[in-house]
């Protein structure tokens, strides 16, 4: 088994567990030095993508969900859209007695976006839409307004769907640091600003020591 023990907002501790745990998810909750990457476009091109399909990342969970195969009774939000619509769900670190962790995920219908670097103009109706609704959603179920929630999305994500991160502004949410978070609304701005500006820009994020894409990196020359 695997897992972490923390202190819940009120008082109490919460623990993980993982069981059967994978050697990755033995790897996830030891404490590891982590490196920073900048990531240029050429580099995604010619290391992350590559990387990427070459992994079986599994993302049938994701689909169970979309097609009402799996948590079909958790869904607090759905806009059926197929082209930019998405399911609002709360995040399983979330035991949802409390506001003060609140935390929900945004997935969205569309499989061809895996994550940031997919995205362009295109996507901005989908994007406004997971804004909105998602807002609208949680303020009407959970009386938190949208002005006290921190919505974001992980580069790199944890896996390759494309989900927007909702939790509250007073949590220290994990992967809601400078090096990982990219707000919703600064992302709907820069594609307004650029179609094109996240098949253009470097990004930043971390990685641990152990994790096959630092090493990709390191053969590479960029770290």
Same mark, same amino acid.
């Given at each position: 088994?695997a897992?972490?023990?923390?202190?819940e907002?009120g008082?109490?501790?919460?623990?993980?567990?993982?069981?059967?745990?994978t050697?990755k998810? /033995?790897?996830k909750y030891?404490?590891?030095?982590?490196?920073?990457v900048?990531?240029?476009?050429?580099?995604?091109?010619?290391?992350?993508?590559p990387?990427?399909?070459?992994?079986?990342?599994?993302?049938?969970?994701?689909?169970?969900?979309?097609?009402?195969?799996a948590?079909?009774d $958790?869904?607090?939000?759905?806009?059926p859209?197929p082209?930019n619509g998405?399911?609002?769900?709360?995040?399983?670190?979330?035991?949802q007695?409390?506001?003060?962790?609140?935390?929900?995920?945004?997935?969205?219908?569309r499989r061809?976006v895996?994550? +940031?670097?997919? +995205?362009t103009?295109?996507? /901005?109706? /989908?994007?406004?839409n997971? +804004?909105?609704e998602?807002?609208?959603a949680?303020a009407? $179920?959970?009386?938190?307004p949208g002005?006290q929630?921190?919505?974001?999305?992980?580069y790199?994500?944890?896996?390759?769907h494309?989900?927007?991160?909702?939790t509250?502004?007073?949590?220290?949410?994990?992967g809601?640091s400078?090096e990982?978070?990219?707000?919703?609304?600064d992302?709907i701005?820069?594609?307004l600003?650029?179609?094109?500006?996240?098949?253009?820009?470097?990004l930043?994020?971390? /990685?641990?020591?152990?994790?096959?894409?630092l090493?990709?990196?390191r053969?590479?020359?960029?770290?």
């Amino acid at each position: 088994a695997a897992g972490a023990v923390g202190l819940e907002p009120g008082g109490e501790i919460k623990a993980t567990v993982v069981y059967p745990a994978t050697e990755k998810h /033995l790897q996830k909750y030891l404490r590891q030095e982590v490196h920073l990457v900048r990531e240029t476009w050429e580099d995604y091109k010619n290391i992350t993508l590559p990387f990427i399909q070459s992994q079986s990342f599994s993302i049938q969970w994701v689909y169970n969900i979309l097609e009402k195969k799996a948590e079909a009774d $958790r869904i607090i939000h759905e806009n059926p859209d197929p082209c930019n619509g998405f399911v609002l769900v709360p995040d399983f670190k979330w035991n949802q007695n409390q506001l003060e962790d609140l935390y929900l995920i945004a997935l969205i219908h569309r499989r061809d976006v895996k994550s +940031l670097r997919d +995205l362009t103009a295109e996507h /901005l109706p /989908l994007l406004r839409n997971v +804004l909105q609704e998602g807002k609208e959603a949680i303020a009407k $179920r959970f009386g938190v307004p949208g002005s006290q929630l921190r919505i974001y999305l992980h580069y790199q994500p944890s896996y390759y769907h494309l989900h927007v991160h909702f939790t509250a502004l007073g949590y220290d949410a994990p992967g809601s640091s400078a090096e990982r978070a990219h707000l919703l609304e600064d992302v709907i701005d820069n594609l307004l600003l650029d179609a094109e500006y996240y098949q253009k820009r470097a990004l930043t994020f971390a /990685l641990r020591a152990d994790e096959p894409l630092l090493k990709k990196f390191r053969e590479a020359g960029r770290v």
